[in-house]
């Protein structure tokens, strides 16, 4: 799968979170436990603006944060 910033997304697609390459972006992120690797869904996109979901619970990402976040579309979840 070619990586793509979270940010071109769309609504509906399973991604899997390939890197995080910002430090402070990546730990705030760690913190959240959203790490490489882990699986989401895409619930909304806006104009780069995203909110993802995992488990039941949603998070939104702001644009400049999901730019920097690379994610794979996960073919069959």
Do not use: F, Y
Request: proline fraction near 8%; charged fraction near 20%; glycine fraction near 8%.
């Amino acid at each position: 799968m070619v990586a793509h910033p979270l940010s071109h997304s769309l609504p509906g697609q399973t991604i899997r979170i390939v890197a995080i390459p910002a430090k402070p972006v990546r730990m705030r992120l760690l913190s959240l436990g959203l790490a490489p690797k882990t699986t989401l869904t895409v619930l909304w996109n806006r104009a780069g603006t995203v909110v993802v979901g995992r488990d039941g619970d949603r998070l939104a990402i702001g644009c400049k944060i999901a730019k920097q976040i690379l994610v794979e579309q996960v073919e069959n979840p």
